[in-house]
């Protein structure tokens, strides 16, 4: 803050880092005390000094306001200079000169030239409670529902935005930094395309990485069957997994087959006792996918040995048994199995990408910033505290994976299933998908029966995630405590029961699943924000930043294989897993774009946020606690890491991102 008379006060008006945000028109601001009373208007104005430019802050002095009290209200208007011109205003703190005292006022807005607005004290009231800015709230909310509107971009898929509003672009340095990471994947990959000879052999691939490219961990460790069981537990698609209780009829596994690896137990036994588990890609039977690509849909069947450790025993590469489809066993020929999990593990990869990454992340948190655009003002204390896990990501699905996505793009030249494909598994997925169950992760670990720490341990997604699931829902609710501190706030804050039927039926495209039926009590909405919260955040994260160690090293998680699936348990040589494999310039377009887009990591760590829009004592107060909490959390993963097996670094709270940024 600036020096001032004792009577004075100093004005801070941080202008917004969006496009467009600064001003050169007449600003005007005037202040009402707790007790109403009202000062002069002021023109805020520096001479000889461009104000409110973007991303800066100006303070300025303003006097004639003695006898006013505790600041709780505040206008500010623009004259219609410069009419054309566009402001977007962060934040204004007011403080008062003589003893300090100061009043937080978050805008987040646009102040359009000719129009007042008119806040309160940290700007977080619900509607029935807001009386004397009803007009306001309403007349930004149908301004909104304007500027977000739906468009289903993907058949089958939840609407998206249908233009990408000024509040959703990014800022010109992550714009820059984006679009340069993109650019700098695509022309190193041409380049080397140029100057690296087609892969002949294993060895000829494994020479690209340590100089070209750092060395994923999948390199040393592809060929490794207890890898192969680590991966589907730490790796970057850890939710698919399931307890086994009954072999699937259409799993043509018998005791005989898998008992030699049972340490001696009977099949039945282990069944029995929670020692085998599935991984079952019935939903990935039959897709359309780009040209003639194959892609299994596979079933896989895995055992807890006795040192805890998770290992494949059997895997069918189709659904239907028949003579053509047989059960590849870790017995078979060396280069035989290995065929066989290179080919499950394209299955699981395609899944990845289409559904546990874009699908219940990417495209998830976009349908939910759109409704809560639409439907919460935001003076609207819940879209306070959602908006900091929506940051960029509507940005990122239009301005990158639109671009990845687009015909004969990154997923159609990369992918097995191509683009069609990828919608396809998409349009097969978000029916089934419940935020309830597989979007809250204690019921999602319950429903696939592997919640047992005991029975399936080394489960190192599982176990960070609920330390990190807690401490946000432990979060939420104490803030949303605070905000619906009675049943009747719910009850009558007619803005979220639209925010909350809008979820559910949306103007155009399928809604989300797993939503209650009404909101009654601080429970029911919990159950809503908290998992949000956490897909945006902990689940992103689980599912990308470990992407470039997973697939850069194609025989590790390949993205697309040539040619059929073995049909026949007879033994292979290393030529065909070579022929099996993505061509030189797969090899390198992937590389890139996993090591430069998507394991980045572009926005600040949970619970330190780039923007705040939360102000009041009780959000804050939370806020202090969650920040606390998370830095024991951070203290007792690494503890954990130290006498792992296998680190699991991916979910430390420093790493996790607020939002989805890449």
């Avoid at 700007?123 to 709230?137: A, G, K, N, W």
């Avoid at 935020?435 to 204690?442: A, C, F, I, R, S």
Wanted: aromatic share 10%; net charge negative.
């Amino acid at each position: 803050m600036g020096q001032c008379n004792s009577n004075d006060y100093d004005v801070s008006v941080k202008t917004g880092d969006k496009k467009g945000s600064g001003t050169d028109g007449n600003v005007y601001i005037a202040l009402t005390d707790e007790d109403g009373k009202r000062s002069s208007d002021f023109k805020l104005d520096k001479i000889l000094k461009d104000d409110f430019e973007l991303g800066h802050t100006d303070t300025f002095s303003v006097g004639n306001s003695s006898g006013l009290k505790h600041i709780t209200q505040l206008y500010i208007w623009r004259d219609k200079t410069d009419d054309n011109d566009t402001w977007y205003v962060e934040k204004i703190v007011v403080e008062r000169c003589k003893d300090k005292d100061q009043t937080i006022f978050p805008i987040h807005r646009w102040v359009p030239a000719g129009f007042s607005i008119k806040l309160k004290e940290y700007d977080s009231l619900l509607p029935q409670h807001d009386t004397e800015q009803l007009e306001q709230r309403k007349r930004e909310l149908e301004a909104k529902q304007i500027e977000y509107q739906f468009k289903v971009n993907l058949e089958g898929g939840p609407a998206q935005i249908k233009d990408i509003p000024v509040d959703e672009m990014f800022t010109k340095e992550y714009e820059w930094n984006l679009m340069a990471a993109l650019g700098k994947a695509k022309l190193s990959s041409e380049v080397l395309d140029l100057i690296v000879g087609e892969f002949e052999c294993l060895d000829d691939l494994k020479n690209i990485y340590g100089a070209l490219f750092r060395i994923p961990d999948g390199m040393h460790t592809w060929k490794d069957d207890e890898a192969f069981g680590a991966q589907k537990l730490k790796g970057c698609n850890p939710a698919v997994i399931r307890l086994c209780q009954q072999i699937p009829d259409n799993f043509s596994v018998t005791p005989e087959m898998v008992e030699p690896f049972l340490e001696g137990q009977t099949l039945k036994e282990c069944l029995d006792t929670k020692k085998i588990y599935i991984i079952d890609y019935k939903m990935l039977d039959d897709i359309t996918k780009t040209d003639d690509r194959y892609l299994c849909a596979p079933l896989g069947l895995f055992y807890v040995n006795s040192r805890g450790k998770l290992l494949p025993i059997a895997i069918q590469l189709e659904q239907t048994p028949s003579e053509n489809n047989p059960v590849f066993l870790p017995s078979d020929p060396e280069y035989t199995w290995l065929l066989a999990k290179m080919w499950f593990n394209n299955a699981d990869c395609n899944y990845h990408q289409s559904v546990a990454h874009f699908g219940t992340t990417h495209i998830l948190m976009e349908y939910v910033c759109i409704v809560t655009n639409r439907q919460l003002s935001p003076s609207h204390p819940l879209y306070r505290l959602l908006s900091n896990h929506f940051l960029y990501v509507i940005g990122i699905n239009t301005s990158g994976l639109t671009r990845l996505l687009a015909p004969e793009a990154w997923v159609d030249r990369n992918m097995t299933i191509g683009r069609a494909g990828f919608i396809t598994i998409l349009s097969r997925a978000w029916p089934k998908w419940r935020l309830n169950v597989e979007g809250t992760l204690p019921n999602d670990l319950q429903d696939r029966g592997v919640d047992d720490e005991n029975a399936l341990p080394n489960y190192h997604y599982r176990d960070d995630a609920m330390l990190l699931y807690r401490a946000i829902e432990k979060y939420i609710r104490s803030v949303l405590t605070g905000i619906y501190d009675s049943p009747e706030k719910l009850v009558d804050d007619y803005e979220v029961h639209n925010w909350l039927q809008e979820l559910r039926s949306p103007p155009e495209g399928p809604g989300l699943n797993g939503l209650p039926e009404k909101l009654t009590s601080v429970d029911d909405i919990c159950a809503i924000v908290t998992p949000l919260v956490f897909q945006a955040s902990v689940q992103h994260a689980a599912v990308n930043y470990s992407q470039y160690d997973e697939f850069a090293y194609p025989p590790n998680y390949p993205t697309y294989l040539e040619g059929l699936p073995p049909r026949d348990k007879r033994a292979r040589n290393e030529q065909d897993l070579v022929n099996a494999l993505i061509s030189k310039t797969r090899v390198l377009d992937v590389a890139f774009l996993a090591d430069l887009f998507l394991s980045r990591t572009g926005l600040n760590s949970l619970g330190y946020f780039e923007v705040q829009y939360n102000y009041d004592p009780i959000s804050v107060k939370a806020l202090e606690s969650f920040r606390k909490e998370l830095a024991e959390i951070e203290e007792e993963m690494k503890e954990k890491n130290k006498t792992r097996d296998n680190t699991y670094s991916i979910l430390l709270p420093s790493i996790v991102p607020n939002a989805i940024s890449a």
